[in-house]
């Protein structure tokens, strides 16, 4: 699995009235082991018995009189809160500092835009009230907002065509020169201005002569901290503007340029920080040269001008205003972002700023450590640390005295913690591509997942979170509906003001108990004719072999294509492959001065030998390490899954692709892509199989990484019926070897990945061992993928390059192109003017079809029948309105 950069804001300002670590918590929504009439069904839904578990928490439910068990039963299976969706497309969230108004960044038609909206818990969704160019907003109490223009859209225009040009170039420093520039015209030519949103009104603040860098609102919203550069003298310097100012006014501070600015509650202090490279160019066009200094933590009193600096990065201040936080890295220390991407080790100082003194030292360790945060009141600090391999949860009184507490403990990284109200902590627990948030209730230990899409199979990673300072809604950015391929993320607020209503929890169960009864469904009729011959090859899969397969690939050590390991590896792939009957193709290739191969093994097809299905995945690894789950887990399973079909070829032809340096940048994949599209072959369908080998519970569960929901369904099916698999789903295939297939052939790509995803600690580490690999968990992936090709191989495969065409008479005619099957004698064709109408099916022999008028906007799918009933594992689709059609005869 290739590494991919993930935006994640932890962009929580605080919480209400705070820690003591004994006090009210949350064990009444926090479920401890199940109560004694939700045993059965509990234990259903933790062994992945999903039917049986939902039926019996419906008919609980029907009877159940105690509150309490319709609250159990809501967490147990989805969201325990009330989630309304504000946007489906939205990021970079913020909140007001009374937790009222909720704002988001969306794409607007030609520039971005911040939406702002009114946030009443318990009074229903989100009301928008603003819609404001740009993105540098900023939230103050009681309905104020402050906000830079876009500036002069022709002087921009310049420095983002040079960034443009540098980044194509790959040149760091004339991007950063382009980047420098493009800062100062946006900061030299826009303007600040104050908007109150309950009256509409909105004012201009003078700020001629200086370039806006950062501002932020005092408590009371009665002072606006701006921090500019002076354009005359070159200086950096603080201002203020009153409530009814149109001007700045000088605030006493030494000389210095500051970022982040947190204006303390009370009026007194600004905490900020000072950069270890100063962004801001010094004169039009110019760059400064970046520092070499350690980052800086600046607090400045107001009152006396008198700024104190101490080393250190991420401040965090209490919402009282008391006390400030922050950690203290080495002296000598050099950040390892993927290993350690908090530095290894350091210092959590504490700083009173109630009364005179130095900063105590509350923490030290030699162990990665970030992430503070303080309860309101100051008397405790959150932070995350990681004391073996993966980032924990911790608490730590601030008073002297106090003792650290561990919050989190599950194999997972948890992190980004804060506190949410008394004696319960909010925390991520992921990796960055499907983080999850989880309260914690610091009394009794139990947690509560916060945020779900309240299905069974499919996961809803989160990439923001941002908290209400009365802790009564949480606002998070995901991707709720499992797509990750898309651009947009949606922006949702859970209410912890109301739990979801018994209707609610019972709509949630019947749709879910339909949705699992559907894909038994999928799985008779798929799999029902062929269930003995697909069970007499799933069965053949050896643990033993799958073992003996990862034990020999871990004994070459990284299999990084710079390493040794890795042509070692290519050979003993073929050595297998060759044992088994093959005869594997070694299509070796140079990339960056480097030679190194991909295998290919072929099983022809016995009826449509031109029709073609990969299932691949990835031998190397990354350079820290063997990579037993990334990906030598994939490899082994597709070993194995190579053998057992060795002599039951399938109608169509099957290739087994074992590809060489995904983690140098899909490179094997490509490759191999590029030969196959110069060959003309007909590529139906693609498996690939990438990290199916660590399991953090007693669960044998992976997720279906996949573009096509004909093939996601089929692998459900195919682990329901021949494995012991339990499998989720997610629309996934980026900074995986899937993306070269779908880049090149589109919708056509399944696979399996790990659940969670990317959930293993030890992902791209040196401890990506042998020793770590559940291979119990990848002999029911290669049973689970073995069964699925044989479903795919047999059935015709999906339509492609449908058109549509509207008549002189105005009825619609689609038309598509004929599927390589030889059997294939007739076409199911449905379709619907909304996604709200029902289905008008009908069937032709012909590769055409003439449907009544239909609307831009309405439905047409086809599907191939066999001679034999048999029907395709896919609908052909197309939109009518949309391109291809439209134009000429179809």
């Known amino acids: 699995m290739a590494s991919s950069a993930v935006r994640l804001s932890n962009g929580i300002l605080g919480s209400l009235a705070i820690l003591a670590l004994a006090g009210a918590s949350l064990k009444a929504q926090l479920p401890p082991q199940p109560s004694r009439p939700l045993h059965g069904a509990y234990y259903a839904w933790s062994e992945g018995r999903y039917t049986d578990a939902l039926t019996e928490y419906l008919t609980i439910l029907e009877a159940a009189g105690d509150p309490g068990l319709v609250e159990e039963i809501a967490a147990l299976t989805g969201e325990l809160y009330e989630v309304h969706e504000v946007t489906t497309d939205g990021l970079d969230i913020g909140m007001a500092p009374d937790g009222r108004h909720l704002s988001y960044v969306v794409s607007g038609d030609s520039d971005l835009e911040t939406h702002v909206a009114r946030i009443t818990p318990g009074a229903g969704p989100p009301t928008e009230v603003a819609v404001i160019p740009g993105s540098a907003v900023v939230l103050g109490p009681g309905g104020r907002v402050a906000y830079r223009t876009l500036g002069d859209e022709a002087l921009l225009s310049g420095p983002r065509a040079a960034m443009e040009a540098a980044r194509l170039r790959q040149s760091t420093l004339e991007f950063r020169a382009a980047e420098a520039q493009l800062r100062w015209v946006e900061a030299s030519t826009a303007e600040l201005r104050m908007l109150d949103l309950a009256t509409g009104r909105e004012r201009t603040i003078d700020t001629s002569g200086k370039l806006l860098v950062d501002w932020a609102f005092a408590e009371d919203g009665s002072l606006l901290i701006a921090a500019g550069l002076e354009e ?73 001008g008198e700024e104190r600096v101490y080393d250190g990065e991420s401040p965090a201040l209490s919402a009282d205003g008391s006390t400030l936080a922050w950690v203290e890295r080495p002296a000598d220390f050099v950040p390892d972002r993927m290993r350690f991407p908090h530095g290894p080790g350091g210092r959590i100082h504490v700083l009173d700023l109630t009364r005179e003194g130095p900063p105590r030292v509350l923490i030290e360790t030699d162990r990665p450590l970030g992430e503070p945060a303080l309860s309101p009141d100051g008397a405790a600090v959150t ?59 610091l009394a009794s230990g139990k947690s509560l997942e916060l945020f779900h899409n309240n299905t069974v199979r499919t996961i809803a990673p989160e990439y923001e979170w941002a908290v209400s300072p009365t802790a009564d809604w949480v606002a998070i950015v995901a991707e709720r509906d499992g797509d990750t391929v898309s651009e947009e993320r949606g922006v949702y607020v859970v209410d912890l003001t109301r739990r979801v209503t018994r209707e609610a929890l019972t709509e949630r169960l019947r749709t879910n108990i339909e949705t699992e009864r559907s894909l038994r469904a999928v799985a008779a009729g798929t799999f029902g004719p062929i269930a003995d011959s697909v069970r007499a090859v799933t069965q053949a899969v050896s643990s033993a072999r799958v073992f003996e397969y990862a034990r020999s690939l871990h004994s070459f050590g990284s299999k990084h294509i710079t390493q040794p390991g890795n042509q070692a590896a290519g050979v003993y792939i073929a050595e297998r492959l060759r044992e088994f009957g093959y005869e594997p193709e070694i299509q070796t290739f140079q990339a960056r001065g480097i030679q190194t191969s991909n295998v290919i093994a072929t099983l022809p097809g016995h009826t449509d030998p031109g029709v073609l299905y990969v299932i691949s995945s990835h031998y190397d690894s990354h350079q820290r390490g063997p990579g037993a789950d990334d990906n030598s887990s994939g490899t082994t399973a597709l070993l ?102 779908y880049e090149a052939y589109g919708d056509i790509v399944g696979g399996i990945g790990s659940h969670p995803v990317l959930g293993n600690p030890h992902y791209h580490q040196a401890t990506d061992a042998l020793s770590t690999i559940n291979h119990d968990l990848v002999v029911e992936v290669a049973r689970t993928t073995a069964a699925t090709i044989m479903a795919l191989a047999r059935h015709p495969s999906r339509h492609r390059g449908l058109l549509w065409q509207r008549a002189a008479d105005g009825s619609t005619r689609v038309a598509w192109a004929l599927v390589p099957e030889r059997d294939a004698v007739r076409y199911r064709v449905r379709f619907r003017a909304t996604a709200e109408a029902p289905w008008t099916e009908e069937v032709t022999t012909a590769a055409r079809i003439d449907l009544p008028a239909l609307p831009d906007g309405a439905e047409v799918q086809v599907r191939a029948v066999s001679r034999d009933g048999v029907e395709g594992w896919d609908w052909g689709r197309i939109v009518v309105g949309e391109l291809p059609g439209g134009a000429g005869s179809p």
């Open 640 to 741: 194995e899954v190579a053998r057992v079909l060795r002599d039951h070829p399938q109608r169509a032809t099957i290739q087994f692709a074992f590809f060489t340096g995904e983690e140098a940048g899909l490179l094997g994949s490509r490759h191999y892509v590029a030969e196959l599209g110069a060959s003309g072959a007909y590529l139906a369908g693609a498996l690939n199989n990438d990290m199916v080998g660590w399991a953090n519970d007693h669960r044998l569960d992976n997720t279906i990484r996949y573009s096509n929901d004909g093939i996601r369904d089929i692998q459900h099916a195919a682990a329901m019926t021949f494995s012991k698999l339990i499998t989720y789903d997610a629309r996934y295939y980026k900074s995986t070897d899937a993306h070269a297939f």
């Open 383 to 441: 932070y995350a640390r990681m004391p073996g391999f993966d980032w924990e949860v911790f608490v730590h009184p601030t008073a002297s005295g106090g003792t650290e507490r561990r919050v989190t403990t599950e194999v997972q990284h948890d992190q980004f913690p804060v506190f949410l109200s008394r004696g319960t902590v909010l925390a991520a627990k992921g990796e960055g591509r499907h983080r999850r948030s989880y309260l914690y209730d």
């Open 232 to 304: 005359a003298s070159g200086s950096t310097g603080l201002f203020r503007a009153g409530p009814s100012d149109t001007g700045l006014t000088p605030v006493p501070a030494p000389p210095g340029y500051r970022t982040d600015l947190r204006p303390a509650p009370g009026a007194r202090y600004v905490v900020y920080t000072v950069p270890a490279t100063d962004p801001a160019p010094s004169a039009p066009g110019s760059l400064r040269p970046e520092a070499e200094s350690v980052p800086r933590i600046g607090v400045l009193d107001l009152r006396s």
